[in-house]
């Protein structure tokens, strides 16, 4: 069965400071991860996802995250956060062979930006 | 374009009481869900399906039912509902039943039992 750790339940930064929401999981196989994120009383939108290939994968609104097979997480980062990325962050795996047809979240991060 | 529909969007029941959360999607995905939303909890998969006539359970099953007999609608039933199931109720859809696409979501469904 696979799962996902999200480190932080809650992360306060200022305006234009970098953030780092962190994820870590865990599988017997191979996977498929993806950020999603949930703006208040709406549903959850994908900000981005690994499949294969480059570790380093960039999303929407300026979000990249990287794999890391070894340490197996999936953190996400931003340079320089705005006012208007306050929401809350949902990292998600996926196994990516079998019949596993599941996507596993996490319990969220909620990140607030102050200004 | 509609996307992933849920009705109703808010609903009080009495424990005991039965209602069934609609959901349909316009895209013709094959992969369809439910998930459950609590505070602290993070998404919780109820149940999917792969295609209409395949169901399975996910990993909070008990005291919901489903049937997909159409490619667009997945309904969800509570058969007697319980304090419990007090939630925020998400139907998603994907075009993939391997998930390797965006997972759609609905606007959800906040059900409240008393």
């Known amino acids: 069965a696979q799962s996902v750790t999200q480190l932080d339940s809650q992360v306060p930064v200022f305006e234009e400071a970098p953030v780092e929401l962190r994820c870590n999981y865990s599988?017997?196989?191979?996977?498929?991860l993806f950020w999603y994120v949930q703006y208040p009383n709406q549903g959850l939108q994908l900000l981005l996802k690994y499949l294969s290939g480059s570790t380093l994968v960039k999303g929407i609104n300026g979000f990249e995250a990287e794999f890391n097979k070894s340490q197996t997480s999936f953190h996400l980062r931003k340079p320089s956060v705005h006012i208007s990325d306050t929401a809350e962050y949902f990292c998600?795996?996926?196994?990516?062979?079998?019949?596993?047809?599941?996507?596993?979240f996490g319990k969220g991060t909620l990140l607030t930006v102050n200004p | 374009n509609a996307g992933v529909t849920q009705t109703p969007k808010f609903q009080v029941l009495k424990t005991g009481q039965s209602m069934t959360l609609q959901c349909a999607q316009d895209?013709?995905?094959?992969?369809m869900s439910w998930y459950r939303q609590d505070p602290g909890m993070g998404l919780r998969l109820i149940h999917y399906s792969v295609g209409a006539g395949i169901t399975d359970q996910g990993e909070v099953p008990n005291g919901y039912n489903v049937s997909r007999s159409t490619t667009e609608d997945f309904p969800l039933r509570l058969l007697s509902a319980a304090p419990s199931q007090t939630s925020v109720y998400f139907c998603a859809s994907s075009s993939t039943r391997l998930l390797t696409g965006e997972l759609f979501f609905g606007e959800g469904s906040r059900l409240t039992v008393l």
């Open positions: 895209m013709n995905h094959e992969y």
């Open positions: 998600a795996v996926s196994n990516s062979g079998g019949s596993n047809y599941k996507l596993t």
């Open positions: 599988s017997s196989v191979s996977v498929y």
